[in-house]
Structure formats: C-alpha cells, structure tokens
C-alpha cells in the first residue's frame, strides 16, 4: 500500500519526514526523485508529470527532478564552453575522512558530514582543496553531465562581470542608471548609481518573498512577466523583464540600507549588455566559460523576447561551478591570465560595512556574500541551497547544489554554514 501523491509506503512516511515551519515534508532520501519516479515512462503517467503549464515544477518534491532539467521546462539560451578541451582537475581523495567529519550545527546538534547533506536535500557537492577534487557526490536526479539550476549564483558571476568591466573604464559605478539606460528615467532607478544596484542598496518599492503558494509579492509578477511562470488568462500586466523593470518605482532612500531584490541584477545586467553590445550569456563564455575550460556548456534562462535573466537564471554542471569558484580563490588568475581583475577579488573580500546586515553578519559586496569568518569566505547563494563557497585561508572551494523544500537560505544555512566552516578547519590543519 502507498500514498499516491507521495510514491512511498505509508507506514514509512512517518519514518522519512522533516519539519519546517510547522509542515512535514519527505526527507532527503525519500524524496529522491528517482524513488519518486517522476518523469519516468514513455510517455510518464499524469501524476508522475512534471510540466510548465501545471506551474508545479517549482513545489516540492517536484523541484527534486525539475532543478537538474529547467530547460526542458522554461526558455534558455546557451552559453558555449567553446572548441578546445576541458580544463583538467588533479584529485587527492579525501572521501572517507570527509564523510565522517562531524559538526555541531546551529541549533547545537551533533551531525556527520554525509548524513547532514541528506538532511539539507543536496544534489551535488564538489569540495577542491588547493585546486584538486578531494570530494565528489551526485544524488537524485544530478549527473556530472547536467547543468542544475543556480539560481542567485547567478547573480555573483554578473556581478563579478561588472566589477571587472568597472575595473577595466568600461562602466563607471558612480553614474546613475538612466546614464546607461534612458528607459528607466521616471523610475525606481532615476537617481540610484550603478554600484548601489550592485550592492543592492537601492530603495525599491518591491516586495521579494517566496513563501510556498504566496502569489502576492512582486517577485510571483516578475517571474509570469518574464517567462517563468505560465500566465494566467485573467493577465493584463508586463510581458518582458525590462517592461516590468520600467514599472518599479522608488520606495525609501538608496544608499541608506542594504535591500536585497533580484531585479537590481537583471538591470545591472541590462547596463552590460548595452554598454558591450553583448547579452550576459555572450559575456559568460567569452570572459568565463571559454577561457575557464569549461566542461559543459551552461544555459541562461530568457525572458519572452530572448533577454537572459541574470537575477537567478544561469544552469551550470557542478564541476563547472567549482572551476568558477577556484578562479575566484585564484585572485581571478587561471592558467596565467587574469580572467577577473585581483583587485575586483579584493574589493569583494574586503565586503561593504557589515553592519548593514546586522542581523546575520554579513555584508555584501558586488552581488557576493561576506561572512568575515576565520577562513576569509565569500560565498555566492541561491534559493533551494545554491551554494559556492570560497575560503582562501583554508584553499578550499564548495560547489553545492540542492532543492530544498523551503526557498530561503536560512533553511539550509542551520546546518551548511556551520559544516562548510568545520571542513575548511579540517582541510586547513
């Protein structure tokens, strides 16, 4: 006997379930999505489905298959990895010892490395320790092959883009947005400056909430106006990314307070398309992709008129995430040239006043997180657990990916923050 929308046995389903925010949801390893058998069968049975029109490949545990095959589900565009041969990673195995590292996690519990990426739904994990794989794990629906979604890690390779167009006299952070884009005049943007959008400390009247079924912040509209979501026939309201973006309006004092609102980037990202005549998914295999050595080509998603989305819609193969994140623990330094400047690295490093995040301690700086922790990290996130973190004081690189039930990073931050810092301690002795 089994419960039908769960696919697993009921009297297991009790044995298989974590609790957030009062609701219980299949654990890691009941979810897998190939126990769950979605998208399986020729053609899959209607409950086993997972499609855009059903807007359902976000909720969990659909979001366990739907995150490692976004383009068949929504509009992409690719970014090439080019013609030569992949960069080559050394490896020192480390899998054993890492596994039986143990960790309190934020709450105080006692947990072991392999068992706490069950419990924070990963999909993949890649640890580099001075440049060489020493970690390697694929659960679920990721395969080495496959690009997974990233969401707002997106966001760091823009805003590491733009810092180097700053660095190099391309694009100049002092001027207002309206200097690049006259489109914006009249809105939200009129006087805000390019480095306040790529530290988000603009004051937008927008709301950025992702609570499961909450239709009403402003980030639902966004996603329908640019493609992500399927629209609903009652809908009258923007039909593109840069049509919503005219739409925003001012809401506080930009500079005053960080405010973080993904709608920054995709306009950051819009400056460097229209200063370099290239779109951010050009910019991703010239200046990254291409020259990194890149595995796997990558995909952006697009809006409806072909716009990449550089708020939170990059899919990237795990290792080739990791090739970014070593770049940046390189000082942007790979295979003797200087892909990203070092001191738009050190820029980052340094984080803006942390005390405009007083609440967890970081500051933020050029679309990256800085958590001014032992181990010198910076770290790129996403929803559903995205993760690259980069710790020069131990060499170590973590390229994560997850799906999460819940969007928020505080869901998994309990338990990976607290265990992405005990490994840097290990492999730092």
Not at 97 to 123: P, V
Not at 238 to 266: M, W
Not at 355 to 379: C, D, F, M, T
Request: glycine share 8%.
């Amino acid at each position: 006997m089994t419960d039908v929308e769960l696919g697993v046995p009921l009297r297991d389903v009790e044995e298989s379930m974590l609790e957030f925010e009062g609701k219980r949801y299949l654990d890691g390893r009941a979810s897998d999505p190939r126990e769950l058998g979605w998208m399986r069968g020729a053609p899959p049975p209607k409950d086993r489905r997972i499609t855009f029109e059903s807007d359902s490949y976000f909720d969990f545990p659909q979001n366990r298959w739907s995150l490692s095959h976004m383009r068949e589900l929504v509009a992409t565009v690719n970014v090439w990895r080019g013609q030569g041969a992949p960069s080559q990673f050394e490896r020192s195995d480390k899998t054993a010892d890492i596994d039986a590292l143990t960790f309190a996690d934020k709450d105080g519990r006692i947990r072991r490395f392999d068992e706490a990426l069950f419990d924070t739904y990963a999909d993949g994990i890649v640890v580099l320790h001075r440049g060489r794989i020493v970690y390697e794990r694929y659960f679920g629906a990721l395969e080495p092959h496959l690009p997974h979604a990233c969401y707002s890690v997106t966001k760091s390779y823009a805003g590491a883009l733009t810092a180097a167009f700053v660095h190099e006299g391309v694009l100049d952070d002092s001027k207002m947005i309206p200097h690049y884009l006259p489109e914006l005049r009249g809105t939200a943007w009129q006087d805000a400056t390019l480095r306040q959008v790529m530290d988000m400390q603009t004051g937008l009247a927008h709301t950025e909430e992702y609570a499961p079924g909450d239709r009403s912040s402003d980030a639902w509209t966004y996603r329908i106006a640019s493609g992500r979501r399927p629209r609903p026939d009652s809908y009258g309201g923007p039909r593109t990314a840069c049509d919503y973006l005219r739409t925003v309006r001012k809401q506080g004092t930009h500079g005053e307070a960080f405010a973080y609102k993904s709608i920054n980037t995709d306009v950051m990202a819009w400056v460097m398309a229209r200063v370099t005549g290239r779109s951010f998914a050009q910019l991703l295999h010239e200046r990254l992709w291409s020259p990194l050595g890149c595995e796997e080509d990558g995909y952006v998603i697009v809006d409806p008129i072909g716009l990449p989305l550089a708020g939170g819609g990059l899919n990237a193969t795990l290792r080739d995430l990791a090739r970014f994140g070593e770049l940046i623990r390189r000082e942007g330094e790979w295979n003797g040239k200087q892909l990203i400047p070092a001191s738009v690295v050190h820029d980052i490093q340094e984080g803006d006043h942390p005390a405009k995040l007083p609440a967890i301690g970081y500051s933020y700086r050029s679309q990256w997180w800085v958590p001014h922790n032992e181990l010198g990290a910076i770290e790129a996130r996403g929803l559903y657990g995205q993760r690259i973190y980069v710790a020069p004081k131990a060499e170590m690189v973590i390229a994560r990916f997850a799906s999460h039930p819940l969007a928020p990073a505080r869901y998994n931050d309990v338990i990976s923050v607290p265990q992405m810092l005990a490994l840097g301690r290990m492999l730092r002795e």
